[in-house]
């Protein structure tokens, strides 16, 4: 069983669009995330959810929007994509109860904007 | 402002030598913790190995180690007996806050090559 799951895992779509990258975890974690990976391969925390509240918000650009309909789940929606969108985007959970507990991550969802 | 600075873009080792990676944080919180992630060709991140500051042994987990010398606030990985399997971008990264303000940041990362 996949413990991190995000789709699509390919995105390619042109500028202007608005599209959506769904995320769900089976762990029984409380805190989601969504990670940017840009092309030199560097991870920035964009958001993170705890029990469907919003917690982190590392000064991202309005245009994405993330929701969480409950804990399992942290979908995020970006509106009027821009060249610059052009990422790999991880989700991530992570168990609260200890300060040892890693990041799980999914596969990523490459996004290509043209 | 918290941290992470990995200075090795990339490194090369010898099949079944050991490397060491490097890792250097900054942090004015006596309460941390340093975790490395392996992030092969195919995309995925896996979860390596845990420190945490008030840990008293270096931390170990099979054929990986770390190398923590808190004074010098760095955290270096170390792979003995490296296997091709090895090749990958290594990630140093660093617990943030605590509870549900908790977050992860992240090095720019050392890609390894393992030589046959």
């Known amino acids: 069983d996949t413990a991190v799951s995000q789709t699509p895992k390919y995105l390619v779509t042109q500028m202007g669009n608005d599209k959506s990258i769904k995320c769900e975890q089976n762990?029984?974690?409380?805190?989601m995330y969504w990670y940017k990976q840009d092309s030199k391969k560097f991870l920035k925390i964009m958001f993170s959810y705890n029990n469907k509240e919003l917690i982190i918000n590392e000064t991202v650009p309005n245009r994405f929007s993330p929701k969480s309909p409950d804990k399992a789940h942290l979908n995020l929606h970006i509106n009027s994509l821009e060249l610059g969108d052009s990422a790999v985007y991880f989700c991530?959970?992570?168990?609260?109860?200890?300060?040892?507990?890693?990041?799980?991550f999914g596969n990523g969802t490459r996004l290509t904007v043209t | 402002a918290q941290k992470i600075t990995q200075t090795q873009p990339g490194m090369f080792v010898q099949e079944k030598e050991a490397v060491t990676l490097d890792c250097t944080y900054d942090t004015s919180d006596p309460s941390y913790g340093l975790f490395w992630y392996k992030q092969p060709s195919s995309g995925e991140m896996i979860f390596l190995i845990y420190?945490?500051?008030?840990?008293?042994q270096n931390a170990t987990e099979g054929r990986y180690s770390l190398n923590f010398q808190k004074a010098r606030k760095s955290a270096n990985l170390v792979i003995s007996a490296s296997q091709l399997g090895d090749s990958a971008m290594y990630f140093c990264a660093m617990r943030e806050g605590s509870g549900r303000g908790f977050k992860t940041i992240f090095g720019a990362g050392t890609r390894l090559f393992v030589k046959a």
């Open positions: 991530a959970s992570r168990s609260d109860g200890q300060n040892n507990s890693p990041l799980h």
């Open positions: 420190q945490g500051s008030y840990d008293q």
């Open positions: 762990l029984g974690h409380d805190t």
